[in-house]
């Protein structure tokens, strides 16, 4: 990857024009009342097409994506991004349709809606999918609304707390938080469990439910899920699924058969959507048959939610049908268990045992330190997975271990590249041990060095003019 | 069993792979999951289709939608895409990465959003923009919080009732379940109402008002005195606002706003069924720490070379959890780009002059249509742009129908009973002429 040290400001010239606009052919309209015209400047850039083509090229070149290389980034689940989905996603019979066109004017968009529902439902064990939502964080907000409303329409006011285990994602309690829930958080046991002992004394009539990902995010399942869905439904409060995790279970298991009422899907996730440098994703929430009736009053975007991303997953399912389904859980979960079990002679495996889709580390077995020198950290290796052409694996979460190390392959990964990384990640280990230096120094060979972050947020240059 | 492309999986490559586990067969690594939830039976799943089929079947639905001239806006307009975009944003480099944590490896990312955040900032005058948001409803959602996290202790936030009614629906949904009341400020004479507005900050505990510089009936609004008013009362203005508009109507910071939302669709996203799009925030530098959603910074690496980083993350869901500003994790960098490629392209120059041909356009239609004697003009002598709405004299259904069969999309019916009419640059004067036709035989 080679640097580039342009804004796309600094290539403007006064009287270049990048755009090619009919004539306008139309009479003049009357012209604004002075009070309502602008009369700030407009300072956007001024390039031709030829500049911002090349800009962008350039700055591409500095990013690193999926058809880059390998991307084991833990609970994101960088898969493979299909090419067909792209092609179909962009038919001008899709991306013409006004969100505002009844339904004798879209009817394949609305059957596509209707196929997915279908299928979602099919794979999950729910009854019916919303759409509406625009990323995971927005599918939890959306299924605690509903839940919500459930007890909203039972005239139920007193259930104000929702349970969220210690090792959720950061999400989970920010999206309860946003609709009007207290958390209460509740402790896992030593093998990364739910402890359902703390959970018992927390459970009653003032609970609307519990929020949990099976596996969760030490990639392991809750094997005592179905003590927890009979406590909490016990109680009279619903289960909510946090499908970040869902890859490891396609095609093999479906949350709705293990008594979720409630679930987000990340279609950007486990239905091959591309991440887009951080969306736009997909977060469609299904419930269960008694809790159909709380979706319609539940708004949450303007129209019908992100359609061109749901088309890209559509294609996805078309493609794997119900004979490829299982294969994605399935070789999602042997080959973390496979990395999990090459490298836990370097690096420290917290709980030892079979996993899903990904696993934890807490950093390196020997990190290298003596006498004066400091040893490495999970961050210095993630830096140092840069220069060896690989994405670093999710850190620093879960928050139960000081140096996390979260790695999670996927199924389209081959056997070559995994080794490939498993050898990169023993040779780190070795140089960890001989010099951490070589990590903390790290990246070596990426566009830029570390940065200063402490300096960007004590002093923060956050547009162009504030950086002349 | 055939191989499948998206599986490298050969036979042998799993069983070596089981071989070093130490198991025997992939079923045992789902040893730990009770039996009674491993699914029995086959999934309600079609067969897999080939590419080629899965090619044919989309082209089939693709072609089941009607493909129509586009008269309406109300929130998602027509304007014109230009090529660059989709070439650009099909780069998988941007488009397959996630998330920029790794900033030594994304610098491509966190450059692009940097210059989004600097043209949101531009087109709002406003100091402080974030990384990007769902949508514009979902903006206003967010925007409707931070006014109550603002102004500690307020719990009712005001909204014009010239907003778009999927914004009104979406900032309800959200402030039912926040535990934030909603007051309304109505609509008269065409505008957002001066003297309702004082009335209802009279009654004390507003947080803020959420209005659109341009309401649903196409009018620009004159938000004269809004500013002091909501600020003498310690209250937040948020300004509602097509961004593509801006390039000639006053900006929300020339309004006195604290906050301006509102969807960047019409920065050169095409209409797709409604997403995805891209909502913006612009705030001033004061409610920079209450802001949701990432937000990139520019500082050195230890080179001293320019770089870009995710910064002010003490305000985000990875680290505050339930005190975080907001719920937001991936958001629409991906749209953000599209929309920093289109005002690239377009430039200031580039985008008054959509907005010439947008009002044009729009004002030879409707004077057009009233000239068929078959509307009347609900708002006479109200400015506007590119959007407008007529009272039918008659009942427009037999209308509608005709223009849908010569292939307009055009007259959508309001709640209020009118018809509401949008003319973009992409619209001929052959195309409007050939609709005032079907009106005026209807």
């Given at each position: 990857m080679k640097y580039y040290d342009k804004l796309i400001f600094e290539l403007s010239k006064e009287g270049r024009t990048g755009y090619s606009l009919p004539a306008n052919r139309f009479p003049a309209a009357p012209e604004l009342p002075v009070a309502l015209r602008r009369e700030a400047s407009l300072d956007l850039p001024e390039v031709s097409e030829v500049d911002v083509v090349r800009h962008y090229t350039n700055l591409s070149q500095m990013n690193f994506g999926v058809d880059t290389g390998f991307y084991p980034l833990g609970s994101c689940t960088m898969k493979y991004n299909p090419k067909v989905n792209e092609e179909v996603a962009a038919l001008p019979g899709f991306t013409g349709l006004h969100p505002l066109m009844h339904a004798g004017l879209t009817k394949g968009a609305l059957k596509v809606y209707q196929e997915m529902n279908k299928a979602l439902a099919a794979i999950t064990g729910m009854e019916a999918f919303t759409f509406d939502p625009c990323a995971g964080a927005h599918g939890e907000l959306t299924g605690l609304m509903i839940m919500r409303q459930y007890h909203m329409m039972r005239g139920d006011l007193k259930r104000t707390k929702v349970i969220v285990p210690d090792s959720a994602h950061g999400t989970n309690p920010a999206s309860a938080a946003v609709c009007g829930l207290e958390i209460v958080e509740v402790k896992s046991l030593e093998n990364g469990r739910v402890d359902v002992e703390a959970l018992k004394p927390l459970l009653d009539e003032t609970v609307a439910g519990m929020m949990m990902t099976n596996p969760n995010t030490l990639g392991?399942?809750?094997?005592?899920i179905k003590e927890i869905t009979e406590l909490v439904h016990g109680i009279g409060g619903l289960m909510y699924y946090d499908g970040a995790n869902m890859n490891p279970l396609m095609g093999v298991v479906r949350p709705g058969d293990m008594g979720f009422d409630i679930m987000h899907l990340n279609l950007h996730k486990t239905f091959s959507t591309p991440h887009g440098g951080g969306g736009p994703g997909s977060g469609p929430v299904g419930v269960a048959a008694h809790l159909v009736d709380c979706l319609p009053d539940i708004r949450v975007s303007g129209f019908h939610g992100n359609f061109g991303v749901i088309l890209r997953a559509y294609a996805y399912i078309l493609m794997l049908g119900k004979q490829n389904l299982k294969k994605v859980g399935q070789y999602s979960v042997l080959s973390a268990n496979y990395i999990k079990e090459c490298l836990k002679d370097a690096y420290k495996l917290p709980i030892e045992g079979v996993c899903k889709h990904e696993f934890v580390f807490d950093g390196l077995i020997n990190d290298g330190a003596h006498d004066d020198v400091h040893g490495a950290t999970t961050l210095d290796v993630a830096k140092r997975l840069l220069d060896f052409g690989f994405h670093a694996p999710t850190i620093y979460f879960p928050l139960l271990f000081h140096q996390a190390l979260m790695i999670e392959p996927t199924e389209t990964e081959s056997k070559e590249t995994i080794d490939a990384f498993i050898d990169v990640m023993h040779k780190i280990a070795e140089e960890a041990a001989e010099d951490p230096r070589i990590l903390q120094e790290a990246p070596h060979n990426a566009p830029i060095k570390r940065p200063d972050e402490t300096a960007a947020a004590r002093n923060p240059i956050l547009k162009f003019k504030d950086a002349q | 069993m055939a191989g499948f492309p998206y599986f490298p999986h050969t036979e042998a490559d799993v069983q070596s792979m089981l071989d070093r586990i130490g198991v025997k067969k992939v079923e045992d690594l789902y040893a730990d999951v009770p039996k009674e939830f491993v699914k029995k039976g086959a999934y309600a799943l079609p067969d897999a289709m080939s590419e080629p089929e899965v090619r044919a079947w989309m082209n089939g639905l693709a072609g089941m939608n009607a493909r129509l001239k586009v008269f309406v806006g109300a929130g998602a307009y027509d304007h014109y895409t230009p090529s660059v975009i989709p070439y650009i944003t099909s780069r998988s480099e941007f488009l397959t990465a996630y998330t920029p944590y790794q900033c030594e490896i994304s610098q491509g990312t966190l450059r692009y959003i940097f210059e989004y955040q600097s043209m949101v900032c531009e087109l709002t005058g406003m100091d402080i923009s974030n990384a990007s948001l769902y949508d514009g409803p979902t903006a206003a959602a967010e925007a409707m919080k931070m006014a109550v996290a603002c102004t500690k202790k307020k719990t009712r936030v005001l909204l014009s009732q010239g907003l778009l009614p999927h914004v009104i629906k979406v900032v309800e949904t959200y402030a039912k379940f926040h535990g934030v009341e909603i007051g309304y400020v109505p609509v008269m004479d065409g505008q957002t109402c001066p003297n309702c507005l004082k009335a209802e900050l009279a009654k004390g505990d507003v947080a803020g008002l959420i209005a659109p510089e341009i309401n649903r009936y196409g009018i620009v609004e004159d938000h004269t005195g809004f500013a002091d008013a909501l600020h003498a009362a310690k209250a937040l203005l948020v300004e509602y606002c097509d961004p593509s508009t801006l390039a000639v109507i006053k900006s929300p910071a020339e309004w006195g706003a604290d906050i301006a939302v509102g969807d960047g669709q019409s920065l050169g996203i095409p209409l797709c069924f409604g997403g995805p799009y891209v909502g913006f925030m612009g705030v001033k530098k004061e409610y920079m720490r209450k802001m949701p959603g990432r937000i990139v910074g520019q500082t050195t690496d230890k080179d001293g070379k320019r770089a870009y980083v995710l910064t002010l993350q003490a305000r985000e869901q990875h680290i505050k959890r339930e005190k975080a500003t907001s719920n937001i994790c991936s958001n629409e960098s991906l749209m953000a780009l599209w929309v920093t490629v289109y005002l690239s392209l377009m430039g200031p120059e580039g985008l008054r002059e959509v907005n010439r041909i947008s009002c044009d356009g729009a004002h030879y239609l409707k004077d057009a249509l009233m000239a068929t004697g078959q509307f009347e003009d609900p708002f006479p002598g109200k400015p506007f742009l590119k959007e407008f709405v007529l009272k039918p004299k008659k009942f427009p259904g037999m209308m509608q129908k005709r223009l849908e069969e010569a292939g307009y999309f055009a007259a959508l019916d309001t709640e209020e009973g009118y018809v509401s009419f949008c003319v973009t640059e992409q619209r001929t004067k052959e195309e409007i002429d050939g609709l005032v036709q079907i009106v005026k035989e209807g």
């Open positions: 392991l399942f809750e094997t005592q | -």
